[in-house]
């Protein structure tokens, strides 16, 4: 199942994934041992995983937009907009995994946060 989720989404997934799994990993690292230091390279980490979700949901509704109508067959079809909406369901499937790894993320910074907030000595 989440083979066909990412094979749906297309090769944009696998650096959505990449770039979210980083994220996520760099926030746990601080979630663990926080650092105020490290918040920026989550930050800036995460402003990755954002372009890539972005890239990835752009080029999924540019594959719609080309493939269906070089298709006579679908271009055709009394059904095309069924084509076209599942189309757009795929193309959406980088955006559901992006925004899931960032909003985990950005969870477990919280944890770190609050962590950190508990360590430094009241001013």
Do not use: C, Q, Y
């Not at 490290?38 to 890239?55: C, E, G, P, Y």
């Not at 493939?67 to 795929?90: C, D, F, Q, T, Y």
């Not at 969870?107 to 360590?119: N, Q, S």
């Amino acid at each position: 199942m989440m083979l066909d989720f990412m094979r749906s989404g297309g090769v944009g997934m696998w650096f959505v994934l990449l770039f979210g799994g980083i994220s996520l990993g760099a926030a746990l690292r601080f979630a663990l041992s926080p650092d105020p230091r490290r918040v920026d390279a989550v930050r800036d980490l995460t402003r990755a995983t954002l372009f890539s979700v972005a890239a990835a949901v752009v080029s999924g509704f540019a594959a719609v937009g080309s493939k269906v109508p070089a298709r006579p067959e679908w271009a055709n079809s009394p059904k095309i907009h069924l084509i076209v909406m599942e189309g757009i369901s795929e193309s959406l499937a980088g955006g559901i995994l992006g925004f899931a790894l960032l909003s985990l993320t950005w969870m477990v910074m919280a944890v770190g946060h609050r962590r950190l907030a508990r360590e430094l000595p009241a001013a």
